[in-house]
């Protein structure tokens, strides 16, 4: 390795090589870079340099994907579990149901956040409790009341964007071209009338600006039920924050039509997939890390090598929603 980067950094700076590589990887031009690149990034990535040209090239492609696209928005996988199934009072919009636990997965800091949260209005649903493993008498010893974790998990979040700017590397963001670092919402126009595009314009999508929350399946209740259990609490969401859900993108790249949810759940596309968990799936924390995997690998299936995170993934399939 020390032999490989001496070499290559004969002629180019390390700041260069980052440069070069960042910039390929973000025009789809890796794999005209030469082998002494591809290796030499390999090496000082620690991604394992073994196979064929083909291999490598693969390999980096993901490494990228994860680094470029995570680095660009901050991407976080967040799961909320209920005391049930929750449906909402159409006059009131209030719902029937309590969030029982927040889990939340950084790809990027490979850092994590979990906590139980102790519901005060309603019981846990044999159903849930079943899914879960999650007994009430847990519930009434280790969670904490609901604003008190909706603080912690915002202050995680703000953290994991902090630290997270120290890790870009120098002129890594600026090697990315302007017209594929914009991240454009699917929908343009926010109901009060502003321009989500002037939100998120290159500048403002440098790392210590948006997160981008994804949930799978979110929009069915885990956006909602954020909103207003934020709103009761008298806690503001920060407006850095947008929503996504991964759903759309894993129907396009499971090629699946129907109207079958079943076909979509992170049990199921990790089987097809042939993703194995060792723990247990229905807790907050395990499906947001599932979120990821599922999302990283199905991405990577569906694009083969090539794939701009910026330009195919953030703008065309994952709609960014404000609260």
Known sequence: ???????????????????????????????????????????????????????????????????????????????????????????????????????????????????????????????AASLTQISTSVLQSEGIPIAEALKRFYLWLANCVRSQQTDVEPNDSMSIPADSAVIKPVDNQRKDGHSLSAELSPEKCKPSNSVMLISHGGSLHDIRMLKYYSTSCDISIPNSIYFADSMR????????????????????????????????????????????????????????????PAQDITKKYLQWRKM
């Not at 995570?70 to 209030?94: K, R």
């Not at 149901?97 to 949260?117: D, M, N, T």
């Open 249 to 308: 993108l894993l129907r396009e790249c499971t090629h699946y039509k129907g109207d079958n949810l079943g076909v979509l759940k992170l049990d199921s596309l990790m089987k097809e997939l042939g993703i194995t968990s060792h723990t247990q799936s229905h807790r907050a924390l395990t499906d947001a890390i599932s979120t990821w995997k599922v999302l990283g690998k199905a991405i990577h299936l569906y694009s083969s090598t090539h794939l701009t």
């Open 1 to 127: 390795m020390l032999r490989s980067l001496c070499s290559l950094l004969a002629h180019h700076s390390l700041r260069e090589l980052l440069s070069i590589v960042s910039r390929n990887y973000a025009e789809n031009k890796l794999h005209e870079l030469p082998d002494e690149t591809l290796l030499s990034y390999g090496r000082l990535r620690r991604i394992p340099i073994v196979g064929t040209r083909d291999d490598i090239l693969k390999r980096l492609y993901r490494y990228l994907y994860r680094r470029e696209c995570s680095e660009l928005v901050n991407i976080i996988c967040y799961d909320l579990e209920f005391t049930g199934l929750p449906t909402w009072d159409p006059v009131s919009g209030i719902p029937n149901q309590e969030i029982i636990e927040i889990g939340a997965y950084s790809p990027h800091k490979k850092e994590s956040f979990s906590c139980l949260v102790r519901p005060e209005l309603y019981k846990m649903s044999e159903e």
